[in-house]
């Protein structure tokens, strides 16, 4: 019997479609790992991307293998042509008997919207280009989670490419290095020709964590340093939690992996950086955190429900329009949901955790499917978030083939800054919430 168990995973990943598959959809085999190796001098920089860094600032980070290379962009509106320079700091780090490269880390701005840049790294190597987002809308946003370095991965990256977006949002696990640290090397690398032309932020995962009793109990260390976010820039006291504004839209970033309680850092922050929204500048809400708080598939049933417990209420008072998570190896979108209801006032939340992941799909969910559960499917892709105007934005799914990417599930939202039932019952608990505090 124990052996028959272990083989039932097998069985349904090789033989079930996922659900809502169409019919003449058939499920490609799992691929392997990608290696992508190091093929420039080691002055050269390596692993180039780029982040949001404030209003009109761009953050870029790279490596080299050599540490006498100043950390410095030169950068222009013209190939080959740089008018600007920016010095920025530069980091590595140990890990048991692994040593990183020079890690840099430069921000460069003010920078024109919806505008292309020309960019050196370090003053030698290649040039690189990048487009900052624009001053208005739309604007589009590509979400992806749970990336990893597989042959998936290739394929979601390019069919990620092939359309054209503004931000890259991940919630969490990107590399699955998991402590070993040339993975972080090689995934840096693979992402490269994408994220140094359009920029990611992102969030933690728990394959992010790499703790280790005594030597590194913190966690994060690779992460941390090679991924920093503009955490400072909202108030945060930790790279793991942050929220940035980007063309109408206020993007909040939690930590799963970090605490999360009524008296914790993150909950502290997170009731301020709410109670600064103002919606008639950003119109629209985002969450991105990595454990998802509503999960009908078997794969990691109630892990995000201690978070939700502690977070929730908050989110549904400030009136968040959708929330993105990964963790689970499939997709699936929910209505607007408040504590396990649906609620018109609630925000849509969708799990997005199929980059690409070396674990494989999650293909099991509770039957019969919750009244909640709007689509879902275990197969690997990325969604698009594409906000027209304060008003609506259109959401969707594309799934992974071979050679195009297909969407298979497609819905319009509507801000709930403009609904008429929403708003004064956001207000009045928002107010009572204050209240509540201030005793």
């Known amino acids: 019997m124990p052996k028959l168990l272990f083989l039932l995973p097998l069985f349904f990943f090789l033989f079930l479609r996922p659900h809502h598959a169409s019919e003449d959809f058939v499920r490609h085999p799992a691929r392997p790992l990608v290696s992508t190796p190091h093929n420039r001098p080691q002055s050269h920089p390596q692993q180039v991307h780029v982040s949001l860094a404030g209003e009109n600032y761009m953050k870029v980070s790279w490596v080299t293998d050599e540490s006498g290379v100043p950390s410095t962009v030169d950068y222009g509106k013209l190939p080959g042509k740089y008018d600007s320079s920016a010095t920025g700091e530069h980091t590595s780090y140990r890990y048991f008997f692994y040593t990183s490269g020079k890690i840099h880390h430069v921000i460069i701005g003010p920078l024109d919207p919806a505008t292309t840049y020309y960019y050196r790294c370090g003053g030698s190597g290649p040039e690189f280009n990048f487009r900052t987002p624009p001053a208005t809308f739309p604007i589009e946003f590509a979400v992806a989670g749970d990336l990893g370095q597989t042959e998936w991965t290739t394929t979601t990256l390019e069919h990620t490419n092939a359309s054209d977006y503004d931000v890259l949002l991940l919630p969490g696990d990107l590399s699955y290095a998991d402590t070993q640290q040339p993975l972080w090397d090689s995934f840096g690398r693979l992402v490269e020709p994408y994220a140094s032309r359009r920029p990611w932020m992102v969030t933690q995962g728990n394959h992010e964590q790499e703790m280790f009793p005594i030597f590194y109990p913190k966690g994060f260390k690779a992460y941390n340093s090679r991924w920093p976010m503009p955490y400072k820039e909202s108030g945060s006291k930790s790279n793991l939690y942050y929220s940035f504004d980007v063309v109408g839209t206020h993007i909040i970033m939690l930590g799963s992996y970090a605490d999360f ?129 304060d008003t609506h934005a259109h959401w969707s799914w594309n799934r992974n083939d071979d050679s195009s990417s297909a969407v298979a599930d497609g819905i319009w939202l509507e801000s709930l800054r403009t609904s008429t039932t929403c708003v004064p019952k956001i207000q009045q608990k928002m107010q009572q919430t204050s209240e509540k505090d201030e005793l």
């Open 261 to 389: 309680g009524s008296k914790s850092d993150q909950y502290k922050w997170l009731v301020n950086d709410l109670a600064k929204i103002d919606r008639s500048r950003t119109p629209w809400v985002v969450v991105l955190l990595h454990a998802p708080w509503y999960n009908s598939n078997l794969a990691h049933q109630g892990e995000g429900e201690s978070m939700r417990v502690a977070m929730e209420e908050m989110l549904y008072n400030s009136g968040v329009d959708v929330v993105f998570s990964g963790h689970v190896h499939a997709y699936e979108r929910f209505t607007r949901v408040y504590d396990n209801n649906a609620d018109p006032c609630g925000p849509i939340y969708i799990t997005i955790g199929d980059g690409g992941n070396r674990e494989g799909l999650a293909m099991l969910y509770k039957e019969p499917k919750p009244s909640i559960s709007e689509f879902r499917e275990a197969s690997f892709g990325h969604g698009r978030l594409r906000i027209m105007n």
